[in-house]
Nanobody, 121 residues
C-alpha cells in the first residue's frame, strides 16, 4: 500500500504564495502519476495539477500561470507552488497518486487526508 501525507497549507492574504508538499511512503514503487485536487463544500472535487512519472504536467484552467507542480525523481515527494492566490483558491487540497500514468482519471488509487488552504481578501 501507499500512504500520502500533505503539508504546507494555511492562511494567506490574497496575492500571497504557499507551497504544498506531499510525501509518499510505503510501496512507492507502485506510483506513476501524481496530482493535486481541491474540494470546497458543495462543489465537486477538481483537478488542480497533475504530473506523470516522465514529468508531463496538466493544470486546471483556473490555475495556469499561477501554480507550478513538481516531483522528485524517486517518486517520494510532490510539490505545488501556488502564487498570486485569490479567495477563490480557498479549499481543501488533496494529494493523489496512481499506479497508472494517466492524468485524466477522476478516481485515483491513493489519496492523502488533505490540507486546508484559506486565502483572505
Amino acid at each position: 500500500q501507499v500512504q500520502l501525507a500533505e503539508s504546507g497549507g494555511g492562511l494567506v492574504d490574497a496575492g500571497g504564495s504557499l507551497r504544498l508538499s506531499c510525501l509518499a511512503s510505503g510501496e512507492v514503487g507502485r506510483i506513476n502519476a501524481m496530482a493535486w485536487f481541491r474540494e470546497t463544500p458543495g462543489k465537486r472535487r477538481e483537478l488542480v495539477a497533475g504530473i506523470t512519472s516522465g514529468g508531463t504536467t496538466r493544470y486546471g484552467e483556473y490555475v495556469k500561470g499561477r501554480f507550478i507542480i513538481s516531483r522528485d525523481g524517486a517518486k517520494k515527494s510532490m510539490y505545488l507552488q501556488m502564487n498570486s492566490l485569490t479567495p477563490e483558491d480557498t479549499a481543501a487540497y488533496f494529494c493523489a497518486a496512481d499506479n497508472s500514468d494517466y492524468l485524466t482519471k477522476f478516481i485515483w488509487d491513493y489519496w492523502g487526508q488533505g490540507t486546508q488552504v484559506t486565502v483572505s481578501s
